[in-house]
């Protein structure tokens, strides 16, 4: 069997047609994902049923043909085994009602065997294959370290990274123990993902864009490599880094050696083409751009394509899709990279 697109454009393969897949793609857009998640009162109930997973993980490619699934899960799924008590709560998302903040709440967290704790995503990766068209290549993935973190540490979501930098800037031993934790536990459970039969990896770093390029190199990077370090000790698969609003940290980024990196709307394409002559690239249309109509997406797409003459990419949005696109807009901006414009 020949390899497939998605694979070959990781390797920096310049295919016949892009490759396209949708971060989110699995969501609440789709009226079939909605039927099955309202059988669970409780998100990371739904998470961890292995069946429910498969099921969901599997709908966009039926639906839409594209050309990778990506396994439905949550980046947040390892920090309950340490100790902390996260919830998802409706209308806020995820919430930790006992932050870290401390270097003995730092000390108190448990090391866990990821293949023990975790045995439903080795189940539902088994059943996602099964479930998958033969041809049709499967992406595990994780939070960064840096992420998990900062939802460990400011107990929410958080647009300026307060609680974390400051522990950063204040207790730098504690914060160097807090993200080495973390990282260990990450790099572990991306390599047994690939192990359970993933075909390539993603790093969701999504608050790095918090950071500036100074603090990236000292809060971020050493840790995101201790996860690669963990994931290439292990496995031969093809790594993605995807993180949002963190166009000016690409040179930081491009030193860990990602088989790929994913760029958010905001990333001016075609200098960072010019300037990265050499890197494959994932996206980066507007999410929201899915609510224009179907030739003002086709357009956009169509410029965007353009500029990808002769480069190894694959297509996507520069986020997740937001939970109120109409389908029409996933399928115009299908339509349009594989060439079938209105």
Same mark, same amino acid.
């Given at each position: 069997?020949?390899?497939?697109?998605?694979?070959?454009?990781?390797?920096?393969?310049?295919?016949?047609?892009?490759?396209?897949?949708?971060?989110?793609?699995?969501?609440?857009?789709?009226?079939?994902?909605?039927?099955?998640?309202?059988?669970?009162?409780?998100?990371?109930?739904?998470?961890?049923?292995?069946?429910?997973?498969?099921?969901?993980?599997?709908?966009?490619?039926?639906?839409?043909?594209?050309?990778?699934?990506?396994?439905?899960?949550?980046?947040?799924?390892?920090?309950?085994?340490?100790?902390?008590?996260?919830?998802?709560?409706?209308?806020?998302?995820?919430?930790?009602?006992?932050?870290?903040?401390?270097?003995?709440?730092?000390?108190?967290?448990?090391?866990?065997?990821?293949?023990?704790?975790?045995?439903?995503?080795?189940?539902?990766?088994?059943? /996602?294959?099964?479930?998958?068209? +033969?041809? *049709?290549?499967?992406? &595990?993935?994780?939070?960064?370290?840096?992420?998990? !973190?900062?939802?460990?540490?400011?107990?929410?979501?958080?647009?300026?990274?307060?609680?974390?930098?400051?522990?950063?800037?204040?207790?730098?031993?504690?914060?160097?123990?807090?993200?080495?934790?973390?990282?260990?536990?990450?790099?572990?459970?991306?390599?047994?993902?690939?192990?359970?039969?993933?075909?390539?990896?993603?790093?969701?770093?999504?608050?790095?864009?918090?950071?500036?390029?100074?603090?990236?190199?000292?809060?971020?990077?050493?840790?995101?490599?201790?996860?690669?370090?963990?994931?290439?000790?292990?496995?031969?698969?093809?790594?993605?880094?995807?993180?949002?609003?963190?166009?000016?940290?690409?040179?930081?980024?491009?030193?860990?050696?990602?088989?790929?990196?994913?760029?958010?709307?905001?990333?001016?394409?075609? /200098?960072?083409?010019?300037?990265? +002559?050499? *890197?494959?690239?994932? &996206?980066?249309?507007?999410?929201?751009?899915?609510? !224009?109509?179907?030739?003002?997406?086709?357009?956009?797409?169509?410029?965007?394509?353009?500029?990808?003459?002769?480069?190894?990419?694959?297509?996507?949005?520069?986020?997740?899709?937001?939970?109120?696109?109409?389908?029409?807009?996933?399928?115009?901006?299908?339509?349009?990279?594989?060439?079938?414009?209105?």
């Amino acid at each position: 069997m020949s390899t497939p697109l998605f694979l070959r454009a990781l390797q920096g393969e310049v295919t016949e047609t892009k490759p396209v897949w949708l971060m989110r793609q699995a969501g609440r857009y789709l009226p079939e994902y909605r039927e099955v998640r309202k059988r669970f009162t409780n998100f990371l109930d739904f998470v961890a049923d292995a069946e429910a997973a498969a099921t969901v993980t599997v709908q966009p490619v039926n639906r839409f043909g594209l050309d990778a699934a990506i396994l439905f899960s949550d980046i947040l799924v390892t920090l309950p085994p340490m100790g902390i008590d996260l919830k998802f709560i409706s209308g806020m998302g995820p919430v930790v009602e006992r932050p870290i903040q401390s270097e003995s709440s730092i000390k108190a967290l448990t090391n866990f065997d990821c293949e023990k704790v975790l045995p439903f995503t080795k189940l539902a990766i088994e059943k /996602t294959k099964r479930k998958l068209p +033969p041809a *049709t290549p499967l992406l &595990g993935f994780v939070g960064g370290p840096l992420t998990l !973190a900062s939802y460990a540490i400011e107990g929410k979501s958080s647009k300026d990274l307060q609680e974390t930098k400051k522990l950063f800037y204040r207790e730098p031993f504690a914060y160097e123990a807090l993200l080495t934790h973390i990282a260990n536990i990450t790099g572990e459970y991306l390599a047994l993902q690939a192990k359970w039969g993933c075909d390539a990896l993603v790093i969701m770093d999504s608050w790095a864009g918090h950071l500036s390029i100074a603090d990236y190199r000292q809060m971020a990077l050493p840790y995101t490599q201790i996860v690669l370090d963990k994931v290439r000790k292990g496995t031969n698969a093809p790594v993605l880094h995807y993180a949002n609003g963190a166009g000016h940290l690409l040179n930081e980024i491009e030193t860990l050696n990602f088989s790929a990196i994913g760029l958010d709307w905001r990333t001016d394409l075609a /200098t960072t083409l010019q300037t990265h +002559p050499t *890197t494959v690239f994932q &996206g980066n249309l507007d999410p929201a751009m899915l609510f !224009a109509p179907a030739e003002t997406i086709q357009t956009r797409t169509r410029e965007i394509m353009d500029l990808l003459k002769g480069r190894a990419h694959i297509m996507n949005l520069g986020h997740g899709v937001l939970p109120q696109t109409p389908i029409e807009g996933v399928q115009a901006f299908i339509d349009a990279v594989r060439g079938n414009f209105l």
